[in-house]
Each structure stands twice: as structure tokens, then as C-alpha cells.
């Protein structure tokens, strides 16, 4: 799964790395977590990349209430495309979550140990992501997901699962509002290569939400 992840390209970086129309204003993250508000990018009606927050945790526009009885902050790529929570999502409403890094726990015994997992090159990543608008009695909340797919050969260590991370050719026909098919999609749903990524331990302190820095990046031994 992917639980907690880093946010903390500068907007102008942002910006021309993924091509925006225009350039966010933003605070550096180095703790996100679920049910907080993180960044996304979506594509217009008039094929412009823009930035938006979303909430973590995808709200389907079917709900009842603004919340759901079970966790949304991560979609299964082998199942996407046929659970209702996500399948028009998956169809419709696509996005990018760029990540400076994640965090994941390997069970150690008792304990378990954080690591954190980042872009080789130290470009920002781009998570495969969906977005969701739930609208009642004049409320509205824009809500989000991450795909999480098989670990690759580097994450297994730690972790079974990991989030989509696509390739930059990729990017684009994630996002393009023309392509509906679920199954011109589901082949983008892989693991990328171990290559891509780097990872080292870290300290405790990322365990606790309320703890954010570049500090939590620091590498023990």
C-alpha cells in the first residue's frame, strides 16, 4: 500500500516538470498522510494540466455521506476497473499525484522499521491517481486515490505492494479525457523498474502524522 509520501518540489519546478498552466503556490510536506489534503494534477475540457487539492481518501459521488466505512486511500490495480468505489473514476477522472519520495514499514520482529523510498534521478515522480467530486445539500468535496500495484523486485524487501509509479511517456495517456477503455489503461499498471528508485531506512518519527521536515528523510544506520 502507500500510506504516507513527500510533497516538496518547489511550484515553479512543478510546474515545468509537469507541464501546468500555471504555478501553484506551495508549502513543502515531507509527512503526508491519509485524509489530508494533497496535490494532484488534472487535465481541463480544454487539454490544459492544472494543480488542484484534493482529500486523501476517495469519496464516491454515490455516497450518502462524505466519508466511507472502509479505507479509499489506496486502490488495488487488479481490481480498479470493477469496484464500484473507483471504476468510473478509473474511466473518467484520472490524475497525476506527484511524490518526492514514500515511506514504507518492514515488520521486524515486534517493531517495524520505516524507509523511506525516492526518485533515483530526483525528479518528481508521478503516481497513477483518481479524483472524485461528491456534491450533497450544497457541500462539495474533491476526494483522491492511489494506485498501488505488486512491489517490484527493490520494494519486496520491505513491502508486498507499492503505488503506481508511471513513466514520463505514460503520463499523458493517463490523463488523456479520450481514452475511456479500461483496458487501454491497465497495461500502465505495473511496477515500475527498481532502477527508478533509491531506499534507506529512517528514524520513528515519521510514524507520528503530526511530524513533518526534512529531517524525517534523514538515513540511520
Known amino acids: 500500500m502507500c500510506g504516507r509520501f513527500i510533497q516538496c518540489t518547489s511550484g515553479e519546478a512543478l510546474a515545468e516538470r509537469f507541464q501546468l498552466s500555471t504555478v501553484p503556490v506551495l508549502t513543502p510536506r515531507y509527512n503526508v498522510a491519509p485524509h489530508q489534503s494533497v496535490g494532484a494534477i488534472r487535465v481541463t ?9 484534493l482529500r486523501w481518501g476517495l469519496v464516491p459521488a454515490w455516497s450518502q455521506e462524505p466519508r466511507t466505512a472502509y479505507s479509499t486511500i ?10 464500484p468505489a473507483y471504476r468510473q473514476a478509473f474511466r473518467r477522472r484520472r490524475c ?20 523511506c523510498i525516492a526518485p533515483a534521478d530526483g525528479q518528481p515522480l508521478a503516481f497513477a491517481g483518481l479524483w472524485e467530486r461528491w456534491e450533497r445539500d450544497g ?14 523486485a527493490m520494494i519486496a524487501a520491505i513491502h508486498d505492494r507499492m503505488p503506481v509509479i508511471l513513466d514520463l511517456a505514460n503520463e499523458a495517456r493517463w490523463l488523456d479525457p479520450a481514452v475511456t477503455d479500461p483496458a487501454a489503461l491497465q497495461p500502465l499498471l505495473v511496477p515500475c523498474p527498481p532502477e527508478r528508485l ?4 529512517v528514524g520513528t518519527a515519521v510514524n507520528a502524522t503530526r511530524q513533518d521536515g526534512p529531517e524525517l528523510m534523514a538515513a540511520v544506520s
Not at 74 to 83: D, F, I, M, Q, Y
Open 45 to 53: 475540457s480544454a487539454g490544459h494540466r492544472t494543480f488542484a487539492a
Open 198 to 201: 533509491r531506499l534507506w531506512p
Open 96 to 115: 497525476l499525484i506527484p511524490a518526492d519520495g514514500f515511506y514504507e514499514w518492514r515488520k521486524m520482529g515486534e517493531r517495524k522499521q520505516p524507509y
Open 74 to 83: 489506496n486502490a488495488r490495480a487488479e481490481t480498479v476497473a470493477s469496484k
Open 139 to 152: 457541500r462539495i468535496l474533491e476526494s483522491c486515490t492511489v494506485l498501488v500495484t505488486a512491489a517490484n
